[in-house]
């Protein structure tokens, strides 16, 4: 996987005011995240990769929202 492809676990470099997100899909320098708290386009250098806590946040959300609504997040 390479820098922040789909499905790539990332936080934003200047705030935590998103949470933790994954990559949900790329256009070309820019990539729309699923944050916990929002979805959002974000310059890739605006990025950086999970911690691994980041990372298990983000997991158990995802799961935790598979279980309430059903289907892939």
Same mark, same amino acid.
């Given at each position: 996987?390479?820098?922040?492809?789909?499905?790539?676990?990332?936080?934003?470099t200047g705030?935590?005011v998103?949470?933790?997100? !994954?990559?949900?899909?790329?256009?070309?320098?820019?990539?729309?995240?699923?944050?916990?708290?929002?979805?959002?386009?974000?310059?890739?250098?605006?990025? $950086?990769?999970?911690?691994?806590?980041?990372?298990?946040?983000? $997991?158990?959300w995802?799961?935790? !929202?598979a279980?309430?609504?059903?289907?892939?997040w």
């Open positions: 996987m390479g820098a922040h492809d789909v499905g790539a676990y990332v936080a934003h705030t935590d998103y949470g933790p997100g !994954k990559v949900i899909g790329t256009d070309g320098d820019w990539r729309r995240v699923r944050f916990v708290y929002f979805v959002a386009t974000i310059a890739a250098r605006d990025l $950086r990769t999970a911690s691994a806590q980041e990372e298990g946040q983000v $997991r158990a995802l799961t935790e !929202k279980v309430r609504h059903g289907g892939r």
